[in-house]
């Protein structure tokens, strides 16, 4: 139970669920229930929880911090039954009002509205569904919960918090339920359930399971306000039959230690402590300080919530100090637990500044739960009988009284250290193997790059080598080129002094030609006059050999004339007329020089010939000429012409082509 301004400023975030409504409202002779200002508004209230949730725990527009509080009616046990005929039953149900009536005698009679009424009928796991199962929820969701029963001994309180159900399953009470619920809603991998069990019997815990253990204390967390049991066992559950076989022994614990400490199991509390833990699976929102939100944004949450199931003893002890005129003191000694958890809620719900929670071990424990930040839900469990009528009262009248405390249900998310370190030292692990893995990389990538280094500097040798002899080559380019220039122009001027040379030849041949063809010309012509000539030569030889036969025949005549002219004349004939005169004699002369004349036009011919065999021999020198004229020509050109190209090439080709290059210099040269 905690006093109102016990809200310290911490790191855990403890998340309030919103006041919607009224704390509740006083039915018949109930009492009002007065709506507790201070706690039904948690000054931190930001988030609800989820949808689910809120609608079981706004069933009935229950407020959701308000200690919801049902009745159980439970049956007639064998001494109800053998008063049957002296009392008549001081309780009437009416489940579907949620209302409870108790009369008080024929007249009187008083009706109580709770959240829930559960008759005789009601089914264990009825029972569950409505007093429990949306604390259970809320735990689930990283709430604190309380369910806890509370009633005269021999009410159903045990039956209906901590049945183990070991024959029948759908007997199992609220504490086997509400683990299956747990267990069912929580990974193993993940979420951690653990439990610790105990016993609080005259200011003293024992721990139920682990009796041995003695001095189990409490402690409180100064800044959160936790309540935990130091030295208390606690055992992870692993699954339903697991924490079935704790609660066994915890129950066979809890009969033992009651036999040795000579009372009964009616007159210890029985506290079932279940811690979970989740990680922090929302984060719509939350009331972080911004210092710490960005502080902390990185940090893991974990939802650390506890169940706390108390099954307490016998109320009977309390009503009846007071109504049997018991001594309130050994009321107390024998219960006072009991009797601080009456004051506190008392004192809760009458809105008192004072909350006498560190009166008691029980109220210590339960500071939480009634005043606190956990969800609570109590079920009181009632007989029928008129013969308890006082304690039915009693009882009713506490749970009306509970009915009145809001509670300021906050979150219990806290940062997750554990897991942060965990996760710290993974990412420690992890770092460093990659920073070795790194380094060895590095090394391995220095190796590459020094490797590299050598290659590129002999890379760079090469390169300033190979444009060292570039520009070598091209130097020498430039020189052959000028040289090549140079050749190409001695060439041109060699190829113009061959062409004019050629020239001249062909205008000298042609001339020859002329020449040749006049020569020609002139020796038809003179063939021809020589021909002709000779023809009339011919004529005038026949002629002249025709006169000169005649003149033969004259002259023979002539001499015989003249050798006989004296005979003739002796006998006589004159012959004076027959002798030959000198025109004829010049006549014969003439025809000796015609002879030498034709003899003179055949040398000339043949002079002349030999002249046209001359010519043609000059003719046939100067052909001779133009041809190699014409090859040194050809020559010349494709000697240029392969001087470019190999110019070209060598330019083009550059460093490689050295020797190319150099070829037609060399052949220039
Ligand atoms: P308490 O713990 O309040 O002293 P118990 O739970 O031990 O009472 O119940 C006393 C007896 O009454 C038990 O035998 C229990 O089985 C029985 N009992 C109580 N409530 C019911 C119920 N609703 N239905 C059946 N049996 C019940
Ligand atoms: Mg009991």
Known sequence: MASHSQSRPSLRSDRHLPSTKPAGTQVGGGGGVNQISGRSKAPGAKRSINAGLRASIDDDGADSGRVRVAVRLCPKNAEDLSHESNFVDCVELYPELKRLKLRKNNWISESYKFDEVLSENASQRRVYEVVAKPVVESVLNGYNGTVMAYGQTGTGKTYTIGHLGKDDSSERGIMVRAMEEILSNTSPLMDTVSISYLQLYLESIQDLLAPGKPNISISEDSKSGEVSMTGAAIFQIRDIQHFLELLQIGEANR?????????????????????????????????????????????????????????????????????????????????????????????????????????????????????????????????????????????????????????????????????????????????????????????????????????????????????????????ESSAFQNLLADTTQMYEEKVAEVIKQLEVEHSHIANLEEELVSVRQQLTDASNSLEWRAHEDRAANAESERQLRVLENNRRSDFWIEENCDSMKECGIDCGNLVPSSEKRSDFRKEDDSSSRWQKQQEAMDGQNLQLQEMSMKNEESARIIQSLETAKDEIFSEKNIAGDDVEESVIVGNEKDKKTLAPREKLK
């Open 255 to 475: 009969h033992a230690a009651n036999t040795k400490l000579n009372t009964e199991s009616s007159r210890s509390h029985a506290i079932l402590m279940v811690q979970v833990k989740r990680p922090s699976r929302v984060h719509e929102g939350n009331d972080f300080s911004s210092l710490e939100n960005t502080a902390t944004a990185d940090l893991p949450t974990i939802l650390k919530s506890k169940l706390v199931v108390v099954d307490l003893a016998g109320s009977e002890r309390i009503d009846k100090s007071g109504s049997e005129g018991h001594m309130l003191e050994e009321a107390k000694f024998i219960n006072l637990s009991l009797t601080c958890l009456g004051k506190c809620i008392n004192a809760l719900a009458e809105n008192s500044p004072h909350i006498p929670t560190r009166d008691s071990k029980l109220t210590r424990l339960l500071r939480d739960s009634f005043g606190g930040h956990a969800r609570t839900s109590l079920v009181i469990t009632v007989g029928p009988s008129g013969i308890n009528y006082s304690e039915t009262a009693s009882t009713i009248m506490f749970g009306q009284r509970a009915m009145k405390v809001v509670n300021s249900v906050k979150l219990k998310e806290e940062f997750d250290y554990e897991s942060l370190c965990r996760k710290l030292e993974a990412q420690v692990d992890f770092l460093t193997s990659e920073m070795e893995r790194q380094q060895k990389l590095g090394d391995s990538e220095k190796k590459d790059m020094e490797m590299r280094l050598k290659e590129c500097e002999m890379s760079l040798a090469e390169a300033e080598k190979h444009l060292a002899m570039k520009e070598k080559h091209q130097l």
